[in-house]
């Protein structure tokens, strides 16, 4: 089955600083890449989602970038705010079996 | 439109009681889920449905069970709670599986005694 590895596992950057999050998926089926924000005491909701037909996805001060050859997708976040503090999940799915989800990463912006 | 709801919020149980935790959606999503959530493992799916009648095993789906009687609801069962299940709970659907985005409901805290 497929597994979704992700780092690094916590991420301190100063307020107005990038941070990116990478993660890399084993089965070259995946076709659906997903980033979710969970921020303390909530659910998982959807940031942004990137297809295997392209190569980046921008939504404002997030980007998502995918490399298929390699297997690897990232998370990019420009301009990073207080409120960007959170936990973020990657996920990879085939589009036909489960959705599977990466270990998260655990934002902390600093003021 | 509540979207996904689950109940209860909270849930203290002694090891070998068994439990439903409640799942409702109102999007009328074909694809239901149930995910744990524990430190440091991310979210791992434990059952999953495509559609009412059918339902399939995720990748924990030890001492639970599920079924889908209807579209609307997916109920999450423990036959015999034990520690190892004190987790948080999560319920989420989505339009079909795997290529759209995925709901969650607000989640159960789960404590095995």
């Known amino acids: 089955g497929e597994n979704v590895e992700q780092h690094p596992s916590t991420l301190s950057v100063q307020e107005g600083d990038s941070a990116v999050i990478k993660c890399t998926y084993s089965d070259s089926a995946s076709n659906y890449f997903p980033w979710y924000k969970q921020e303390l005491g909530k659910r998982p909701q959807l940031i942004i989602d990137i297809r295997s037909n392209v190569g980046e996805k921008k939504d404002q001060r997030i980007a998502v970038t995918l490399n298929k050859t390699a297997k690897h997708f990232s998370l990019h976040i420009t301009e990073t705010q207080p409120e960007d503090s959170a936990v973020y999940f990657c996920?990879?799915?085939?589009?036909?079996?489960?959705?599977?989800f990466g270990t998260g990463t655990k934002l902390q912006v600093i003021p | 439109n509540a979207g996904v709801t689950q109940t209860p919020k909270f849930q203290v149980l002694k090891t070998g009681q068994s439990m439903t935790l409640q799942c409702a959606q109102d999007?009328?999503?074909?694809?239901m889920s149930w995910y744990r959530q524990d430190p440091g493992m991310g979210l791992r799916l434990i059952h999953y449905s495509v559609g009412a009648g059918i339902t399939d095993q995720g990748e924990v789906p030890n001492g639970y069970n599920v079924s889908r009687s209807t579209t609307e609801d997916f109920p999450l069962r423990l036959l015999s709670a034990a520690p190892s299940q004190t987790s948080v709970y999560f319920c989420?659907?989505?339009?079909?599986?795997?290529?759209?985005?995925?709901?969650f409901g607000p989640g159960t805290r789960l404590t095995v005694t």
């Open positions: 989420a659907s989505s339009y079909s599986r795997g290529v759209y985005e995925q709901y």
């Open positions: 996920a990879a799915s085939d589009g036909y079996q489960k959705v599977t």
């Open positions: 999007m009328n999503h074909e694809y």
